[in-house]
């Protein structure tokens, strides 16, 4: 069974993923969890995580193109230099 | 540090150099990949340790670790039966690690109790890593301990742990055969 492995790498920190073990049960995926990212003092913490147990997601549905609802915002710029051409006006000269 | 003292490390640092050695055999074959790297990480360890402790006797006699760990006599060594023997099978290899971390790990916490204050914290710094050789032990054996090959090898090994330092095997001359063939490839003094 194959278990992702996650280390915090100081306290505080989030933990990130680091890689995955291959062993038979949750005991033998602990011990060679260990060993091979915790043991030489690089982790504060580790969570070990049977990969069945993740709910992969990666396919991202965005037909009607709203990504105005995105929190990376609206893209304005693009539109407004559009807008500027259509209407036949340069943009003011800080804005170039 | 008495001579006794010293004979107490050597004994100990001959056990991890040879224990290390056998089962960094396995390096490679082990029958699980993911054990193959902690194995072996094992037996790492084990010859670092052997390193260190000949490096506190070496002080003491005025040589150097190289020359204990490899320039003596397979007669001279002092490691313990279990540890020389050619286990191939990996049940009797999992039986020696559990037996020898058991005993190993009664040796180090005397060890720790040292006056010597160099002895005392080599013993505390490899007992450190020595927690995860135990881990790895029960580990191993908790999943095997009903199995009847393992059972066996269990009692089949355990008496070795007290069948004296002074006679070896075939196998230890084997060993040493090996370990020892590239440094005698060279006339003694050679910088390598």
């Given amino acids: 069974m194959i278990y992702e492995v996650f280390r915090q790498e100081r306290k505080g920190q989030a933990l990130q993923h680091a890689g995955s073990v291959e062993a038979p049960d949750d005991h033998f995926a602990d011990v060679y ?10 982790s504060t913490a580790l969570w070990v995580v049977p990969r069945d147990a993740v709910i992969e997601i990666d396919e991202f549905v965005d037909e009607l193109n709203r990504n105005y609802h ?10 407004l230099k ?11 000269a800080g804005d170039r | 540090m008495n001579e006794q003292e010293q004979q107490l490390l050597l004994e100990i640092a001959d056990d991890e150099l040879i224990l290390g050695w056998r089962d960094s055999e396995w390096t490679g074959i082990a029958p699980l990949l993911e054990e193959d790297v902690a194995f072996s990480s094992i037996a790492q360890n084990e010859i670092g ?16 670790a190289d020359e204990l760990a490899f320039d003596r006599a397979p007669s001279e060594y002092r490691c313990a039966r279990i540890a020389e023997l050619r286990l191939l099978d990996w ?8 037996l ?3 005993a190993d790990a009664r040796r180090l916490e005397q060890l720790k ?12 710094k490899i007992d450190r890593e020595e927690a995860y050789h135990r881990m790895h032990a029960q580990m191993w054996f908790d999943r095997l301990k009903d ?6 090898a269990v009692d089949e090994l355990r008496p070795l742990l007290d069948a004296g330092r002074d006679d070896h095997t075939q196998e230890l001359d084997e060993l040493w055969e090996e370990m020892t063939v590239v440094r005698r490839s060279q006339p003694a003094g050679t910088t390598w």
């Fill in chain 1, 33 to 42: 969890a260990r060993e091979q990212y915790g043991r030489r003092g690089e």
């Fill in chain 1, 70 to 79: 995105r929190v990376d915002g609206y893209p304005l710029k693009q539109k």
């Fill in chain 1, 82 to 92: 559009e807008a500027r051409e259509r209407a036949g006006t340069a943009a003011p």
């Fill in chain 2, 49 to 64: 340790h052997a390193r260190a402790l000949y490096e506190l006797v070496a002080r003491e006699r005025g040589t150097t």
């Fill in chain 2, 91 to 98: 049940e009797k290899t999992i039986a020696r690690h559990y």
């Fill in chain 2, 100 to 102: 020898y971390e058991e």
């Fill in chain 2, 113 to 124: 109790a040292s006056d010597d204050p160099d002895v005392a914290g080599l013993a505390a």
């Fill in chain 2, 147 to 152: 199995e009847a090959r393992f059972t066996a």
